[in-house]
């Protein structure tokens, strides 16, 4: 079994009550990205649209060849330690870890290690995937 091409990773919080400015004082870190429900985002295309939640989302360096233990690693080194913080985030709002794993064969694997596992439950954090297969015009 090889491995992952790459690995892409999102730390992300929504809720339609969500003020990013309350979860970077929370968890002591501005997001890569951020949106207030209601809110009237543009595109680079100029696009109109209105966020339909509110949304905090902070992105980990791109991994080739995939490392989502490095990315948590990233991500979690950024943002308070404080379980109670995490717990009462966890509590109000939908957190989750999104991945995206690309691969570059059709039997790539990979392996998230327990203190991964860990840190995340510690953090009521879910843990969504999107793979990828390869791309046939490549």
């Given at each position: 079994?090889g491995?992952?091409?790459?690995s892409?990773?999102s730390l992300?919080?929504?809720?339609?009550?969500?003020?990013p400015?309350?979860?970077s004082?929370?968890?002591?870190?501005?997001?890569?990205?951020?949106?207030?429900?209601?809110?009237?985002?543009?595109s680079?295309?100029g696009?109109?649209?209105?966020?339909?939640c509110g949304?905090?989302?902070?992105?980990?360096?791109?991994?080739?060849?995939?490392?989502?233990?490095?990315?948590?690693?990233?991500?979690?080194?950024?943002?308070?330690?404080?379980?109670?913080?995490?717990?009462?985030?966890?509590?109000?709002?939908?957190?989750?870890?999104?991945?995206?794993?690309?691969?570059?064969?059709?039997?790539?694997?990979?392996?998230?290690?327990?203190?991964?596992?860990?840190?995340?439950?510690?953090?009521?954090?879910?843990?969504s995937?999107?793979?990828?297969?390869?791309?046939?015009?490549?």
């Amino acid at each position: 079994m090889g491995a992952f091409e790459s690995s892409r990773a999102s730390l992300r919080v929504f809720g339609d009550d969500l003020i990013p400015d309350e979860i970077s004082a929370a968890l002591g870190a501005a997001p890569t990205k951020s949106e207030i429900r209601g809110e009237v985002l543009r595109s680079i295309n100029g696009r109109e649209r209105v966020a339909k939640c509110g949304s905090w989302r902070l992105h980990a360096a791109e991994a080739k060849p995939e490392d989502t233990n490095a990315q948590v690693r990233e991500l979690l080194a950024k943002l308070s330690s404080d379980l109670n913080i995490w717990r009462d985030i966890a509590k109000r709002f939908e957190v989750d870890l999104f991945c995206g794993w690309f691969m570059s064969g059709s039997n790539d694997g990979v392996e998230l290690a327990p203190e991964t596992l860990l840190a995340l439950g510690e953090r009521g954090i879910a843990l969504s995937l999107d793979i990828y297969a390869p791309d046939e015009d490549e």
